[in-house]
Nanobody, 124 residues
Framework: QVQLVESGGGLVQAGGSLRLSCAAS????????MGWFRQAPGKEREFVAA????????YYADSVKGRFTISGDNAKNTVYLQMNSLKPEDTAVYYC?????????????????WGQGTQVTVSS
């Protein structure tokens, strides 16, 4: 089992920045992928970004490319999502997720563990 705890959400004005953190505990190892997803009211959960600890590569949704950066601290089992130039359409609950594989995937059902989510609200 892996436990994921997100933090860092909040209210920010359009154009502002936030950094989300996701701390993993339990049965962690370096051979997995950490991802960020988000879900706005009335919408499906969507992929935002992911990082492969083993391969060291990252992948982003087109909607956040150039504005968001995913990074990680392997020693702390923590992954971060730096969000810059935030827009009102980025408003959502952001979830951290993990899957036991070195390959990045973008569909929620391909992830094994989930955090409880943290709210990000961007005002116009």
């Amino acid at each position: 089992q892996v436990q994921l705890v997100e933090s860092g959400g909040g209210l920010v004005q359009a154009g502002g920045s936030l950094r989300l953190s996701c701390a993993a505990s339990g049965r962690t190892s370096s051979t997995y992928v950490m991802g960020w997803f988000r879900q706005a009211p009335g919408k499906e959960r969507e992929f935002v970004a992911a990082l492969s600890w083993t391969r060291g590569n990252t992948y982003y949704a087109d909607s956040v490319k150039g504005r968001f950066t995913i990074s990680g601290d392997n020693a702390k089992n923590t992954v971060y999502l730096q969000m810059n130039s935030l827009k009102p359409e980025d408003t959502a609950v952001y979830y951290c997720a993990a899957r036991y594989t070195s390959l990045i995937r973008t569909r929620p059902r391909e992830y094994d563990y989930w955090g409880q989510g943290t709210q990000v609200t961007v005002s116009s």
